[in-house]
């Protein structure tokens, strides 16, 4: 079955230009049925193909009843979700067979070449005979694996690994190539890593699943750190438009202690945790002004590599900024130094720019005015002060769309790195 199952593979990889995907990590909390369902149905809306479902506890009542409603609301809504097993959170892989032999076979469940995908967040340790011999015995060896495999060792040199793990998996991803590296100093994301661990991943008839995400700013739990958000989220979005890997997954929908979210942060799936629903609520920190940006990115991604305003909308964007300064004095994250004081933009026009520009305000002070041009327009306008912020498109001199800052820059003691998301209307 092995050698059937690989070839079969080869075939999918073969015409992986039409079978191109997004998905979006979901973060299992002990979400409500009713909120499930809004949850599949606005990542269904945009574009999304499935949830990668991030389980770590495989065995409390929250968690089971959690899993139980999210397949119910995407069977309802002819949606798809897949397993990632956690291993940071449950070491042992063993504690997830009963999971997977449950749900692989579930009408909503993802597959590929008719065998269910399964994901991972780490390699857990364990071995390419480890992986082999929990895929043969749990799974009957068909499922379509493919973990999370950039913290492993042997990582950095990616085609011996690939090599390596060829027999145990078929698709790699990456996590970590969604940032910058962490430093002490602005840099842009790169997509050499994704380029050549896909580049390997095709030469023994593998894919590749890159991320995509916008920062991490995380004050709860233990860690306290920022990685450059600015505007990764739109650099990254043109990288994967231009490398075309064969999946893409958001990171992700609804991790509020991280920051990265661009979904729902249900109050009983942080069991109301005031130390990160100070800092990413539903309410004060919402990110849902990213949906638009990345629906034009799914269509650029899958169609022709041309980024245009969602249907009916002369343009998509979001502004976004954070309400504290680097200079203030507070409890700054790790890597704080990465940070620029900038308001940050990413706007999509159709083709008609015909005298149009984009503005940039802070505090009433003009920061920038540069024309716009069709597409995917984005820019880190370094400057911001403290007060409002403002970007605004100008169309023959007059504002024909704008997104103002919902809570002034004021160098609040709280010291958050995390962004209000601001849409334009």
């Not at 990889?13 to 979006?24: M, P």
């Not at 950039?150 to 060829?166: C, E, H, K, L, Q």
Request: proline share 4%; with cysteine; charged share 15%.
């Amino acid at each position: 079955m092995r050698f059937s199952l690989r070839a079969a593979a080869t075939v999918l990889l073969a015409s992986r230009a039409a079978a191109k995907a997004v998905y979006a990590h979901y973060m299992l909390g002990g979400v409500t049925p009713s909120h499930a369902q809004i949850d599949v149905d606005q990542a269904k809306a945009l574009g999304i193909d499935a949830f990668a479902v991030n389980i770590g506890e495989t065995s409390a009542s929250w968690a089971l009843n959690a899993l139980e409603g999210l397949f119910a609301a995407a069977q309802k809504s002819n949606f798809k979700l897949f397993i990632s097993m956690d291993f940071y959170q449950q070491h042992d892989i063993n504690a997830f067979t009963k999971l997977a032999q449950k749900y692989v076979g579930n009408s909503a469940y993802l597959r590929i070449d008719n065998r269910p995908v399964i994901s991972t967040f780490s390699m857990g340790g364990y071995t390419v005979d480890q992986i082999k011999s929990w895929t043969w015995k749990s799974l009957a060896d068909v499922v379509y694996f493919i973990p999370n495999a950039d913290t492993a060792p042997g990582y950095n040199d990616p085609s011996t690994f690939v090599r390596n793990w060829a027999d145990a998996v078929d698709g790699f991803f990456g996590w970590e190539s969604a940032w910058p590296s962490g430093g002490r100093q602005p840099a842009n994301v790169s997509s050499s890593v994704d380029s050549a661990v896909m580049r390997a991943a095709h030469g023994v008839s593998k894919t590749y699943m890159a991320p995509l995400s916008s920062l991490q700013f995380k004050a709860c739990c233990g860690g306290h750190y920022y990685r450059i958000g600015e505007v990764n989220l739109p650099q990254r979005m043109q990288q994967l438009v231009d490398l075309q890997p064969d999946m893409v997954e958001v990171l992700t929908w609804n991790d509020a202690g991280e920051s990265h979210y661009i979904g729902n942060n249900w109050p009983e799936t942080l069991t109301n945790n005031p130390e990160i629903t100070a800092y990413s609520s539903n309410q004060v920190w919402p990110h849902t002004a990213w949906q638009p940006l990345i629906q034009s990115f799914i269509t650029a991604y899958k169609g022709n590599g041309r980024f245009a305003p969602v249907k009916g909308a002369s343009a998509s964007g979001a502004m976004w900024y954070r309400t504290v300064l680097t200079t203030a004095n507070c409890n700054k994250p790790s890597a704080w130094q990465s940070a620029r004081d900038s308001v940050n933009y990413a706007i999509i026009f159709g083709d008609d720019v015909s005298n149009t520009k984009i503005r940039v305000t802070t505090n009433g002070h003009v920061l920038s005015e540069v024309a716009a041009k069709p597409g995917l327009n984005y820019a880190a306008v370094d400057g911001m002060r403290l007060g409002a912020q403002k970007v605004e498109v100008v169309k023959n001199g007059a504002v024909t769309l704008k997104a103002t800052s919902t809570a002034n820059v004021d160098n609040n003691s709280d010291c958050y790195f995390n962004y209000k998301v601001v849409g334009f209307k």
